[in-house]
């Protein structure tokens, strides 16, 4: 019997298809974006959150309690954030947010994957800084206007805001910098709240000067139009003029905080 070419044809394997071309590969975050991602994942997770909400909360608890008292709210509110917002609310909740994003990951041992690798030091603390900053900026800063708001001085709502944005970006960088420095940084860093800014703070106006607490609270006092004279302090900037004194403290603090990382021999932690 003859097979036709045809028939050949029809009973013939079919060729093989060529593999499919793989899918592009996503390209890689840059290394500082990586890192301030790693910040808000690793370095600042579900438990800590509790840690910042609630001195968040009781700012707002604050400004309710100025709402309370049957003397002038402006004299009432006055003492409400001198004492309460910027005296308890700002800088605890910085030191918790400022511990977490270096001090705790030092101790624990797990910076040492973030040392070794090829990221220049200036870049970590950045990074590091500015994911502890971003989550002030969402909790803190959102919880000092409301309370404001709430203890009813709406109008110093706008210089509330640039007061605790200055404030959270200067107290975040100094415990940046107490974390690269020193082994218990979470204890140096009360010390230097309650010992250094409200203590001798309070009396020395050259500490006030380099204090984020006291220089926060000048500039809600110099730009609130009314009852900020009550918060003024004398020998100490005020308004803008503290705005720039915060941002020279932070810059001062990342680069100690760099230069200290530059000569770190992180260890296996202990916790």
């Known amino acids: 019997m003859t097979i036709t070419p045809a028939a050949a044809d029809a009973g013939a394997t079919p060729p093989p298809r060529p593999p499919p071309s793989p899918a592009p590969a996503r390209p890689l975050p840059r290394p500082f974006v990586a890192l301030v991602g790693y910040t808000l994942r690793a370095c600042l997770p579900a438990r800590r959150w509790w840690g910042v909400l609630l001195p968040c909360l009781g700012a707002v608890v604050f400004g309710w309690l100025a709402t309370l008292a049957d003397t002038r709210p402006q004299r009432v509110y006055a003492f409400v954030a001198e004492q309460g917002l910027f005296g308890l609310v700002l800088p605890l909740t910085c030191l918790v947010?400022?511990?977490?994003?270096?001090?705790?990951?030092?101790?624990?041992?797990?910076?040492?994957?973030?040392?070794?690798?090829?990221?220049?030091?200036?870049?970590?603390?950045?990074?590091?800084?500015?994911?502890?900053?971003?989550?002030?900026?969402?909790?803190?800063?959102?919880?000092?206007?409301?309370?404001?708001?709430?203890?009813?001085?709406?109008?110093?709502?706008?210089?509330?805001?640039?007061?605790?944005?200055?404030?959270?970006?200067?107290?975040?960088?100094?415990?940046?910098?107490?974390?690269?420095?020193?082994?218990?940084?979470?204890?140096?860093?009360?010390?230097?709240?309650?010992?250094?800014?409200?203590?001798l703070g309070g009396v020395l106006s050259g500490i006030a000067q380099i204090s984020p607490m006291w220089e926060a609270q000048q500039v809600y006092a110099g730009l609130v139009d009314t009852g900020g004279w009550r918060l003024l302090r004398g020998g100490t900037p005020n308004g803008w003029s503290a705005v720039v004194r915060l941002a020279t403290i932070l810059v001062v603090t990342l680069v100690l905080a760099t230069w200290r990382l530059g000569r770190l021999k992180p260890t296996a932690g202990d916790e």
């Open 97 to 199: 947010i400022g511990d977490a994003v270096l001090g705790a990951d030092l101790r624990a041992g797990t910076f040492a994957f973030t040392w070794l690798s090829p990221v220049r030091f200036p870049t970590i603390v950045l990074a590091r800084w500015l994911g502890g900053w971003l989550v002030a900026l969402v909790t803190l800063v959102p919880a000092l206007v409301l309370a404001t708001v709430v203890a009813g001085e709406p109008e110093g709502a706008g210089p509330m805001a640039i007061a605790a944005v200055a404030g959270s970006a200067a107290y975040i960088g100094l415990f940046v910098m107490l974390g690269a420095m020193t082994r218990r940084s979470a204890v140096w860093s009360l010390a230097v709240v309650f010992l250094g800014e409200r203590l």
